[in-house]
C-alpha cells in the first residue's frame, strides 16, 4: 500500500462494506470499527464533508447530473487541498508534507515549485525528502490537536444544547422501543410507525450504544444508538408512584413496521 497501514479502520453497516472487504480488514493489523446502523453521528468526520461535496457537483453538473462523473474527480481533489478549519492543514499536506503544487505555481516559480536541479546526488535527494517527511509529521501532530480540540468544544457544546434531553443511562432489563430511522428516507412510509417493540435492554456497549432483545429473549443483530431508544411503559403495567412517570401516563405502540437488517 502506497500510504502505509492504519492503526485502525471505521466504517458504518452498509452492505458494501462487509464480504471481501471485511475479509481483508480483518487480515490486516489494524482494528476494524463498525459504528451503529443508521447512526451518520457515528461517522460526524466523515459525513460533515459529503454536504459541500454533493452541493458542488450539483452546481457543475446540474440538475441532471449527466457530467457528474467528469466532475467528481475535480471537486475530491480540489477538497482534499483546501484547508479545513477543523486542523488548519489541507488533507494533502498532511499526507505529503507539503502543499500540493498547481500549475500556475509552476509557472509563476512559487516556493511551492521546487527547484530540482539542485539536486545533484543522492544525499541531496535524501536530505530533501527526509525534510519533507519530518514537515509532515510535525503538521500531523499539530493536526491532530486541533481535531482533539475540535471534538471537545463540539462535545460540550451539544451537551450544553441538548442538557435537557440528557437521561441516565438505561440498565438491563429496561423495556424500550427502537427508533427506525430508515423511514425517514422512504417516500411510501409517511405515516408508518416510526417507533417499533417493546424490546428489552441486553446490555450497553463501549461506545454508548445499546443491544437489544425481543421480549422471548433472542438477540437483535444491529446496535441501536441512544437517542434511537425511549422507555417503554406497558399499558396498565405502571401506576402512579413508578419513577419516572408520576402522573401515570400509560404509552404504547403498535408494532407496524419491522426494523431493517443491519
Known amino acids: 500500500m502506497r500510504y502505509g497501514l492504519a492503526r485502525s479502520y471505521s466504517t458504518d453497516g452498509g452492505s458494501e462494506f462487509g464480504g471481501a472487504l471485511a475479509d481483508m480488514l480483518r ?33 457543475l453538473a446540474g440538475e441532471s447530473g449527466k457530467n457528474c462523473r467528469k466532475f467528481l474527480p475535480l471537486v475530491l481533489f480540489a477538497d482534499r487541498i483546501s484547508t479545513k478549519r477543523t486542523t488548519g492543514y489541507s488533507p494533502y499536506e498532511l499526507v505529503f508534507g507539503q502543499r500540493a503544487a498547481l500549475p500556475i505555481d509552476l509557472d ?44 471537545e468544544e463540539s ?39 416510526k417507533w417499533n417493540g417493546p424490546y428489552r435492554v441486553i446490555r450497553q456497549v463501549s461506545g454508548g450504544s445499546y443491544v437489544l432483545a425481543e421480549l422471548n429473549g433472542t438477540e437483535l443483530k444491529r446496535r441501536f444508538a441512544a437517542d434511537q431508544v425511549k422507555k417503554y411503559f406497558p399499558r396498565g403495567g405502571i401506576g402512579d408512584s413508578k419513577p419516572g412517570n408520576p402522573r401515570g401516563q400509560l404509552y404504547s405502540i403498535h408494532p407496524l413496521t419491522a426494523l431493517p437488517p443491519a
Not at 27 to 39: E, F, M, W
Not at 174 to 179: K, M, S, T
Open 27 to 59: 487480515a490486516l493489523p489494524g482494528k476494524h470499527r463498525v459504528s451503529t446502523p443508521y447512526y451518520p453521528e457515528g461517522q460526524g468526520m466523515v459525513e460533515r464533508g459529503h454536504g459541500p461535496l454533493k452541493a458542488a457537483l450539483v452546481k
Open 108 to 151: 509563476i516559480e512559487s516556493f511551492l515549485g521546487v527547484d530540482w536541479e539542485e539536486v545533484r546526488d543522492t544525499t541531496d535527494l535524501l536530505i530533501a525528502r527526509s525534510k519533507q517527511l519530518e514537515r509532515s509529521e510535525e503538521a500531523r501532530a499539530i493536526a491532530y490537536e486541533r481535531a482533539m480540540k475540535s471534538r
Open 155 to 193: 462535545i460540550r457544546y451539544w451537551q450544553d444544547r441538548h442538557s435537557a434531553r440528557l437521561r441516565d443511562p438505561l440498565v438491563p432489563g429496561d423495556l424500550v422501543l427502537a427508533y427506525n430511522r430508515s423511514l425517514e428516507v422512504q417516500w411510501g412510509q409517511l405515516f408508518a410507525h
